[in-house]
């Protein structure tokens, strides 16, 4: 096993999918602003009235469910999440 | 921490809510009452409020939980902390029985709570506050059962941002759920009003009022960013105007409106101290370089600014939850580089104070591989011993940026996690990324790197028992210290016996009992399989006093055997089996068997196996004797050199007595050659040893296997079994 190169997880079930990645589409209430953007995992931020969109991919479920976290913590209001 | 097991003090300008107040009151006749809203909804303020209106007829017991409390031990231990101020008998019993068997929280620890609680008669209210941060399975499910087994003068009260795994359909569809939800802690336009006459802002109007009631939702943590707003407005009424006129989202206002309101070095210190879950002046001081932290934290606090105190006595404040999102927000987005340096002051800081585990979270929170390490395996021994495996899994499962999975110690510790949840392979997996680093260099135990590995191998023998038998050769030879001799003649001791050999394994393990000290899995280890040596030399008297005496020594310590410490138990029933208190046996042995098949298929495992069917063919019960002996059998088929034990599964075998020979009414089903692979199946040989029976390779016999399995619509070689003994295939029981 050649760890040092790939920083492979020996337990498996871990792979931060850098080839696959999760297309995601957020809808926000409420305009938000563009100093956030860099908080949002390299996903980019489009303000219509009313509402923000973010879009972009992500590495897997798990970064979308921090994300969603992050956001509800804010107290960001979420309007809809797609993926895929 | 103290200020974990008490209402936080009530802030000031709380608005008085005597309806919300009447309805937790009458959650007393439900099972569960339950106050769920995002953050900054006035959860624990309108709690404390309960607390504080009833504290002359009712007892709070209270437990704020934190990030690492979704560990069972942990959150059981600090809930029954909380009814112990409140019920002095609760605990006696059942914390202890928590540390001994971490794993049977339900049946083992809940039947000794509840007996604790009939004592007592006042009315208790047990609030878990945060519960969100504690909600995962192994803690859900018994307190499911905690809540609908409590005595009638107990109220169950959980605060959560978001609806926990518990059974609330049920308990709704029975009226037995009380439920306060965003929807009832907002304030109403009367409530909002009140609101700014105690935060000392007065003169709207009522229009303005109910333009800001509507703009907010009479969400009160909104409300309390607009007082702070509105305080150094000159015109109120044009600010109202904007602010209700407006879409910004609130973390936008915190961190741009409110943030220019505060002087830059009020500003500095609160993004700095925004790491901290908690703040009080000393730590404040340590993380952000200043002095008089105490002082500010009293002024935010009379400012009505960002923090309330958790007690009575000014020194531990926190954060109101959304102002700390948005503060660790801007410090993010304004200066990511200062992050890590705050988590490594607040860790040295916490480490200096004794406080390790939050040290710890500090440490991984810094992404700071060196403190890391030295924190967690500073831990590791202390935690595993006391069964909190699921504290170490944790902090392992985050450490994840680069190269700290490369780290070689940290991955003796991750080893060692998995070794203890009888997982050898991936312990395997682990040691093979330790044994990359430098052999000679000396971990923070002070122990050579290649030492640690080999004393590990000869633990949880990930490859084969001759491969573990090598590393725990070396590892005696190269033991730095009576008690790493000690710790290593213990793994010896076990190879040894693996690979047949007890009269060597008895010298390793009595000289290994010798030295070894402190360690009680280890001690358990050595115990147990020196008890069984003696089993097999025909001493189960001698063989029971040296297993129960590391028994013993373990539930005195109130500490959980596991992974190599459950050998004791091993030992244990194997010495009752011989002694006839078959009953007894088959319980300790049943035990030893439902640890090791929660991991993965282990040599521990099969071996348990194997003295199961011992113990139940004594017992008469030769059905349920086979069913362990196949059970053993498919297990040795999956792990790389077993040693010993097939010899010891085909010497049991042939105790057991031989099947029928009944050949008729499946010639049309099973072919002549499937039905005899059939019958041999059923003699609990393994694969290999049936292919050499019938002179044919290993893979001719899957072959039959496969075709026998699917005729009989069988996945397992036992669901085969008992599909073929129901069929009449093979007899029913013995002869």
Redesign the interface.
Known sequence: MSIRTGDAHPSGGHDHGHMTGLPCRILLEGEVSDRFEPAFHGLSLHRHPGCTELSGTLADQSQLQRLLNRLFDLGMQVISVRTG | MRSKLQPPTLPRESVPRPRLLDELRWGKSSALTLVCA???YGKTTLLSQWAEADAGTTRFAWVTLDEGDADPVRFWTYLVSALATMTASAGRRSLPALGRHPERITAEFLPLLMEELEEGGQDLVLVLEDYHRADCPPVTEPLASFIERRPQRLQVVLST?SDPHLPLGRWRANGQLTEIRADRLQFSEREVGEFFDRTGIDGLSRAELGQLTVRTDG?P??LRLAAILLRSQSDRGEFVQAFAGS??????YL??DVLQTVSPAIRSFLLGTSVLPRLCGPLCDAVTGTEHSAATLRELDRANLFISPLDGDGRWYRYH??FA??LR?EL??TE?HLVSGLHTRACLWFEREGDLESATEHAIAAHDTGLCRRLILRQLQPLVGSGHLATIERWLARL?W??V??DPELATA?ATA?GQRSRPD?AG??L??AA?GPRDDLTSAGVPLGYGVDLLRSFFLPGSISSAHEAARRAVAEAPGPLWRGAALAGLGQCRYLLGDPDGAAEALREALTLIRGDLNMLALASGYLALVECDQGNPRQAERIARRAVDAAESAESALSGIGVMAHTGLGAALTAQGRLAEADDRLGFVVGLHKAGSPSIWLAHALILLADCRNHAGGAERAREALEEATDTLDQIPGPGIVPELAAAMRGRLLAPGRRAAAYGQELSEREAVVLRLLATGLSLREIAAQLYVSPNTVKTHIRATYRKLGAGTRAQALHRARDLGLLPRSPG
Do not use: M, Y
Not at chain 2, 247 to 252: E, H, K, N, W, Y
């Open positions: 995002p953050p900054g941002r969400w943590s909104v879409t910004r989202q609130v973390a936008d961190t741009t939850q959304l999102e948005a927000l993010e987005i990511p994840s680069p190269g999975l490369s991750r998995a991936e997996r682990w093979d990324v990359e």
